[in-house]
């Protein structure tokens, strides 16, 4: 199928991670925004979503076990499904750039919880959403924009260590992070802090997993 030339608003789709031409994650979500220059996102708290897992032994994360980077270079890994606990999360992306920005909300939505910089690939449209591939890397900034912190710089190390990137291309990653990190520092738009004030639309449902997640 073709994909659509973009989504309309509150209309439900899915942002899939997908290495080696296999989905590793699922996220249904509503479109906020779709046009050449932003995509945005809304993942609604306790939407069902899909996670690639090492081990989905009870005995580990109950049936969430983490992804290492060996077993993703193996392309061995099971999908398991899990609810998105976090926050509800607005996902933010040129769809041409390497990162998107996640704003997290406090569980009334009262107030911004923290600016979350995802080092992921440009999307790429497909029949049902989006897909991207995650690269491990990531910045928790506050939200008063003005501290921060890395995240993830072991998993980073290893899956470099796994083969998954080559030390050029772990280079391009690092120098996405620092990009990333200055934009949102100084509150550039469409990347500003005005996002803390958006709130998704009330009539709005839960989105499902389609039942072609697995279609690549």
């Known amino acids: 199928m073709i994909p659509p030339t973009r989504f309309e608003t509150g209309q439900h789709i899915v942002v899939r991670n997908v290495f080696g031409d296999r989905v590793q994650t699922v996220f249904p979500s509503i479109v906020v925004v779709d ?44 999908m398991a499904k899990r609810n998105w606990h976090t926050s509800g999360t607005l996902r933010i992306k040129n769809p041409r750039l390497m990162w998107s920005l996640w704003v997290f909300w406090e569980p009334q939505m009262n ?26 890397l990531d910045v928790v900034v506050q ?30 990653v690092r120098d996405a992070a620092a990009q990333a990190l200055q934009t949102v520092a100084e509150n550039r738009k469409p990347f500003n802090s005005a996002w803390g004030d958006w709130r998704p639309d009330i009539l709005w449902e839960i989105p499902q997993i389609p039942k072609n997640w697995d279609d690549v």
Not at 149 to 166: L, Q, W
Request: no cysteine; charged share 30%; net charge negative.
């Open 35 to 78: 046009s050449p220059e932003l995509v945005a996102t809304w993942l609604p708290l306790d939407t069902l979503v899909l996670n690639g897992v090492t081990n989905t032994s009870d005995e580990v994360d109950n049936g969430r076990g983490h992804l290492s980077a060996e077993s993703m270079a193996a392309k061995k890994w099971t």
């Open 111 to 136: 107030e911004v919880r923290s600016w979350y910089i995802n080092i992921d690939a440009p999307y790429k449209r497909t029949s049902i959403g989006f897909d991207t591939f995650d690269m491990f």
């Open 143 to 172: 939200p008063d924009r003005k501290t921060w912190r890395y995240k993830d710089e072991d998993e980073f190390a290893e899956a470099i260590e796994a083969g998954i990137f080559t030390e050029f291309e772990a280079q391009k």
